[in-house]
């Protein structure tokens, strides 16, 4: 029989799989990909959040929907740090990676262009889920190579513990789920 978590987020209900982790852990699987109506709801109550800022910045994969629809409601550019280096890099930045939902490091990369429309602006990071804190760290080491600020941290949801550090907002907690 499939288990499911409902939550409830930016006035909008899904039903989450829950998903085994590891043999003491599992997770309710949170994805914003192809649900536009659960984005663009989750942008405007993270912008209503949010401080001033300048640029918003997100890690490759899940972040991008959300980044990308804050992007487009607030008029602000986004940057995303890249899974590896691409063609295009002519003087890339890489930082490892450990994430709670996948298997193996992972590396993000920024080019030294987007270092430098960072610099001396105002930085908004921004994350679909803040578990671990992993990812989060990781685009914190890549915009700390620009002379720009954080101005905050933001996730949807944070998972487990990641609900009671100071230094993030977020919409919704997400909980664990342990196995005896």
Known sequence: MDEFYTLQVAGL??????????????????????????????????????????????????????????????????????????????????IDDQSITTANKQTLVIDQSDIDQMNGKRLLLVDDVISTGGSMHAIEALVSKSSGTIVGRCAVLAEGNAAERKDIFFLQTLPLFFHE
């Open 13 to 94: 209900t899904r039903k989450l799989p829950v998903c085994r982790l590891n043999e003491k852990m599992s997770i309710a699987a949170f994805i914003m990909f192809n649900d536009v109506e659960l984005t663009i709801a989750c942008a405007k109550e993270l912008l209503a959040k949010a401080p001033e800022f300048d640029v918003l910045v997100t890690a490759e994969a899940k972040g991008i929907p959300l980044a990308y629809e804050m992007s487009r409601q607030s008029g602000k550019p986004y940057i995303t740090a890249r899974k590896g280096v691409k063609l295009y890099m002519k003087n890339p930045v890489k």
